[in-house]
């Protein structure tokens, strides 16, 4: 049976069409095999669709083999018309029937064949007659299901034994439960809800074969229970405020029936059983158990009793303090605030209150806190305990991140933690520095755009901007050492220079220390015209020479007020005097050729003796004389310039040119301030002031002094360096000359003259820092040894001290005491 | 557990100095006398240490010696101090004058004196009783005096009139605690810590109270 059944399964069959053949006809059409079953092994139907058939009536063999290689069986079919047959159920016994007919028909019909069709999988019916009934025997329901197997054409093959399968679901439910029956044709459910109407379907499978399709629904209601109810539990009792407390339980199972749940207690010390006072408060499955009913430090024995008609059933006993069982409400109110501090990072500020319920004010209840944090996508939570303080300060917080921020509470000592607050989110703002930062920036930007613009105007003004706001930085005091002197390498020069300087300093020295002092004088004047430098100069001068004649000069009241007077009053008509030369100086071209001729007359005067040629320039008219001094000099500086490594602006030179100039003519007598004030401020150019004061304390008696000036300065300048020496000699040769016819005042002045021209040619040597000048240098040490016995001439240069004796000593220290008047 | 006893020792370590170190008066002082509300400051830490230290007693012992014993069932309606009437809810707590409320806590910590004597000397008895549970039968008799010190203390500076002296229930457990019956004695044991346990709650809560409605005007 079984072998035979699997190669059923492999049958192919192929369907012919024959047709009776008529004069002429043509073949009929294709017939196609649309599906073969077998309900069981023993049969098979076919379905089939027609070809076209001629309009001639057709007949159709079935052909079959059961391999694929293997004889082929045909069922001769019952001639058909048209339409759509169901092929009959055919048994192997009847196959044998149509063979012989066919032998006889084939050869004179046309036929044509359907494509082969192997014969499927057996697949039955649905089972049939399904009844469902209950029966509930000790308190249980069972679920009886009956059916019966697929019907079949043939009764006789109702041998069969068929697989079955049940489902069943409660009506309102979408999920089957699906169970093996077996070859039983009934079945019993059992642990089943009471009270639910189920839904129960069967189908069947013969052996290896497919599912059936299942049969239609039955359903039956199942009847409800009648029981007494499980037990029910307490879950817990909780007091939210130290005041009420409530219980919860969870229901028993009820069964079915309608079960009631009645919350029973009693207290310690009392013997009395008390049932809940409020049911419905805090929800279904809950006892709330109000201030009244509430005490502390008391056991409650708390019990839940279900009850049903069956009968009912206790929990077991809860024993609650309610003193441990407060368990507070989240706490309310948290801010955060980020507060900023100046050097450090943003730190967090929390707050929050006490959750409403809570009465901690009376001390009934004192409650802890505790907050945690976490950057959002951080995981794990930083916990801080803060006691019963409501606010806290959060420090050292990432910059630029968000943060979660919670906080429960507790009662002290027993109780648990309420639920944590609801989440709050801080940003913290990216570095605060960095905004700073951009504010030093812009800070920086403004005020180098200031000091630009400040610089900017001080370079349009000129230098007497920047004196007047920033003070001259006094010199190195070491002024013999000279870079110069350096570069240019002559040993005698430098150990000259540095010599002065051993310490403890010699006599030697200090002499020419003042020396070399008085020349800083100078220098410091072409660099700063301002009255500070000397000051300083004088101070060390007070300290370094012996001070007894200078300080009694310095100190004497009757020459001090005057210079005072004058050197204060000088930088205003300073700036005066500026604007005139620059008047002059755009004036200058129309003078231009009037300047020539002066140069050429005076150039002679220089072999000559002086005194000749301040009365050739006296000759001259007075304005003219002076424009020429101006332009003069203005011109030998230019020619210095080239000729020499002087390192001063021509604008400062020029400065000091016109004061010079104008100085004379905006004074009027004053000879011996005069002298002083030029002294120095004229330290530009020494040789030119000497001169002139020569001149002054000369031709005083016979020349207007202005106009004398501008002549001798002009003549110098004219050939200051070839004939350094040689004026130098003329002008002592003259002073004396000239100090003889003077009165003693007079003196006293041609000595000072003196003394300054000796001390203006050192300085004048340096300040031109020429090759050349070494030379006057070793003429003036050599000048002592020549003219030692004249008192008044350079003897006093290298050793001034002798030379104040001789002298007035208030002259000599004209310009020292002059100097700390600037202070 | 190590970690828990270590962490527990070191609490009470700190809490301890922090209560003891505090000097009672400034050197030199004359006439010293503490402000009530610093007296009050003191007696609640001292009454909250107390509390905490028997909490951690209490545990300690069920931990040790309550597996398969039902102390709780048992421990119901048996303290000796329960013929206190004492308030039983926050109303009751306010409503009571705070020179009753305040004798009573002197009644109860005077009910305590004896037993917690002996409790220290008897629960050396106990077989394998771990050292911190000794330490701490200690520790709550001294501390339980020192306490009393206190509230009477604060009782004279508070009472308008005489001071009550005599309110205290006599304890009668010696002899329970010298049971041969190493379960019944257990129990007695557990039930007078218990009892302790319950009382210092007591009088922590209502000296807090009492605290907030005196010092601070129920304002806390």
Redesign the interface.
């Given at each position: 049976m079984r072998q035979r059944f699997i190669s059923a399964v492999q049958i192919i069959l192929q369907l012919a069409l024959t047709t009776v053949g008529l004069t002429g006809q043509s073949y009929p059409g294709k017939p196609q095999i649309i599906r073969c079953r077998s309900l069981e092994k023993e049969t098979f139907s076919c379905w089939w669709k027609p070809g076209s058939d001629g309009g001639l009536p057709n007949n159709y063999t079935l052909f079959y083999s059961k391999d694929s290689g293997g004889e082929w069986s045909y069922i001769q079919l019952q001639l058909v018309t048209s339409g759509v047959l169901k092929g009959s159920v055919l048994g192997s016994v009847l196959f044998n029937t149509f063979i012989g007919d066919l032998d006889e028909r084939t050869e004179r019909s046309l036929s044509q064949f359907a494509d082969d069709t192997k014969l499927g999988r057996i697949q039955p019916d649905a089972p049939v007659n399904l009844s469902l009934a209950t029966n509930t025997s000790a308190n249980v329901s069972y679920l009886w299901a009956k059916w019966c197997p697929p019907p079949l054409a043939d009764a006789s093959f109702n041998s069969h034994v068929y697989h079955y399968e049940l489902r069943l679901k409660p009506e309102e439910k979408e999920e089957w439960e699906t169970v093996s029956v077996g070859m039983q044709t009934h079945y019993e459910v059992t642990s089943l809800q009471a009270g639910v109407k189920y839904v129960v379907q069967v189908r069947c499978m013969l052996d290896l074969g497919e599912w059936s399709e299942w049969s239609s629904e039955r359903s039956i209601q199942i009847p409800k229970e009648r029981l007494p109810p499980e037990k029910p539990r307490i879950i817990k009792c909780r007091s939210p405020e130290?005041?009420t407390f409530t219980c919860w339980w969870k229901p028993a199972l009820d069964g079915g029936l309608s079960t009631n749940h009645t919350l029973l207690y009693s207290k310690?010390?009392e013997e009395k059983v008390y049932e809940c006072p409020d049911y419905k408060t805090a929800g279904p499955n809950s006892c709330y158990f109000d201030?009244k009913h509430?005490?502390?430090?008391?056991?409650y024995?708390i019990t839940v009793r279900a009850t049903n008609e069956m009968g009912s059933n206790v929990s077991d006993p809860h024993?609650v303090?309610v003193?441990y069982i407060v368990q507070p409400d989240p706490p309310v109110n948290i801010t955060l605030e980020l507060k900023k501090s100046i050097k450090r990072n943003p730190y967090l500020v929390l707050t929050w209150s006490p959750p409403p319920l809570a009465?901690?004010?009376?001390?009934?209840l004192?409650l802890e806190y505790e907050l945690r944090l976490k950057p959002e996508e951080g995981e794990e939570w930083e916990t801080i305990f803060v006691g019963q303080q409501t606010q806290c300060k959060m420090f050292s917080l990432n910059p630029g991140k968000r943060y979660i921020v919670q906080i429960h509470c507790k009662p002290?000592?027993?109780g648990l933690w309420s639920e944590w607050s609801p989440e709050m989110y801080i940003e913290i703002p990216t570095d605060f520095r960095v905004k700073d930062l951009v504010v030093w920036i812009i800070v920086g930007v403004l005020s180098s755009l200031i000091c630009l613009i400040m610089s900017w105007i001080m370079i349009m003004k000129g230098y007497r901007m920047m004196a007047f706001i920033l003070p001259p930085v006094p010199g190195p005091k070491i002024k013999g050492i000279d870079t110069h002197l350096l570069e240019t390498g002559k040993s005698e020069e430098l150990l000259s220079a540095l010599g002065c300087h051993g310490f403890p300093p010699t006599s030697d020295c200090e002499e020419l220390l003042i020396e070399y002092l008085e020349v800083e004088d100078s220098e410091d004047q072409q660099l700063m015209p301002s009255h500070d430098t000397p000051s300083k100069n004088t101070k060390i001068i007070l300290k370094e020479t012996d001070s007894d004649s200078g300080r009694g000069s310095c100190d004497s009241p009757s020459l001090l007020p005057v210079k005072c007077r004058e050197s204060r009053g000088f930088p205003s008509t300073l700036q005066t005097q500026d604007v005139r030369a620059k008047e002059k100086k755009g004036g200058k071209g129309s003078w231009e050729t009037q300047c020539t001729a002066p140069e050429q007359k005076t150039l002679p005067c220089n072999s000559e003796s002086i005194k000749s040629c301040t009365w050739l320039a006296a000759q001259l008219p007075s304005n003219q004389a002076a424009m020429f001094a101006y332009h003069s000099t203005v011109e030998a500086f230019k020619i210095t310039l080239n000729t020499t490594n002087v390192n001063t602006s021509p604008v400062l030179v020029g400065n000091e040119e016109n004061r010079q100039s104008l100085y004379p003519i905006a004074e009027t007598g004053y000879d011996d301030v005069e002298k002083i004030s030029e002294m120095e401020y004229s330290r530009t150019d020494q040789i030119t002031v000497q001169v002139r004061q020569n001149q002054h304390n000369d031709k005083s008696p016979f020349l207007n002094p202005k106009l004398m000036d501008y002549v001798e300065v002009h003549k110098v300048r004219q050939d200051k360096e070839p004939t350094l020496l040689l004026k130098h000699k003329e002008s002592s040769g003259k002073t004396k000359k000239c100090t003889v016819p003077g009165t003693s005042k007079e003196y006293t002045k041609v000595s000072t003259v003196v003394d300054h021209h000796i001390l203006v040619l050192l300085p004048d040597q340096r300040t031109q820092n020429t090759p050349v000048s070494q030379e006057p240098v070793a003429e003036t040490s050599q000048n002592p040894q020549q003219t030692q016995a004249e008192k008044n001439t350079s003897y006093s240069t290298t050793a001034p001290s002798d030379s104040r004796r001789d002298t007035s000593g208030s002259d000599y220290m004209d310009p020292s005491s002059f100097m700390p008047c600037f202070k | 557990g190590l970690l828990l006893v270590a962490l527990l020792v070191s609490h009470m370590l700190l809490i301890k100095e922090g209560v003891t170190s505090l000097p009672i008066c400034p050197k030199g002082s004359v006439n010293c006398q503490l402000s009530l509300e610093e007296l009050f400051d003191r007696a609640v830490k001292v009454s909250h240490y107390i509390h905490f230290v028997s909490s951690e007693m209490l545990y300690e012992f069920a931990e040790h010696y309550a597996q398969g014993r039902d102390f709780i069932a048992k421990a119901v309606n048996s303290c000796h101090t329960a013929s206190l009437t004492t308030p039983e809810d926050k109303e009751q707590a306010q409503q009571i004058h705070h020179e009753d409320l305040l004798n009573l806590i002197l009644g109860i910590l005077r009910s305590w004196n004896d037993p917690l004597i002996h409790l220290a000397s008897e629960v050396q008895t106990i077989k394998e009783a771990p050292e911190t549970i000794l330490w701490k039968a200690v520790e709550i008799e001294e501390q339980n005096k020192r306490l009393l010190e206190g509230m009477e203390k604060i009782v004279g500076r508070v009472h308008s009139g005489e001071v009550e002296n005599d309110i205290h229930t006599p304890w009668d457990g010696l002899p329970s605690l010298q049971l041969a019956d190493e379960d019944s004695r257990l129990s007695a044991f557990y039930n007078l810590l218990h009892c302790f346990h319950r009382d210092s709650h007591k009088i922590d809560n209502y000296l807090k109270v009492l605290k907030c409605r005196l010092i601070h005007d129920n304002n806390c």
């Open positions: 130290k005041e310690e010390g201030k509430t005490s502390f430090w008391t056991i024995n024993y303090d003193t009465d901690v004010r009376s001390g009934w004192t002290d000592h027993h | -």
